[in-house]
Nanobody
Framework: QVQLVESGGGLVQAGGSLRLSCAAS????????MGWFRQAPGKEREFVAT???????YYKDTVKGRFTISRDNAKNTVDLQMNSLKPEDTAVYYC?????????????????WGQGTQVTVSS
């Protein structure tokens, strides 16, 4: 069983930055594909970014160049650095882990989920 706990959310003005962090339990963290998803009010949860165990990354088009996903296997953490934030980035952000190798953008490919952290970007 893997537990994921997100932190770092908050309120920021448009153009600002936030860094989300996800702490994972378990001894096999370095083998997991890690992902970040988000859910805006009234919308379905959507893919944001993913990072494989071999450090390959993939991003949603609208966050490319603004968001960066990274991991620290020694600390069992995965971060999402978010720069140049826009009001449309407002959402609850979720960390997810997949025990399978590969780049995944679909929710059903992820086995474990955190509880989410709120990000609000004001205009």
């Amino acid at each position: 069983q893997v537990q994921l706990v997100e932190s770092g959310g908050g309120l920021v003005q448009a153009g600002g930055s936030l860094r989300l962090s996800c702490a994972a339990s378990g001894r096999a963290f370095s083998d997991y594909t890690m992902g970040w998803f988000r859910q805006a009010p009234g919308k379905e949860r959507e893919f944001v970014a993913t990072l494989t165990r071999s450090e390959s990354t993939y991003y949603k088009d609208t966050v490319k160049g603004r968001f960066t996903i990274s991991r620290d296997n020694a600390k069992n953490t995965v971060d999402l650095q978010m720069n140049s934030l826009k009001p449309e980035d407002t959402a609850v952000y979720y960390c997810a882990a997949s025990v399978a190798p590969g780049i995944f953008t679909l929710e059903r490919r992820y086995n474990y989920w955190g509880q989410g952290t709120q990000v609000t970007v004001s205009s």
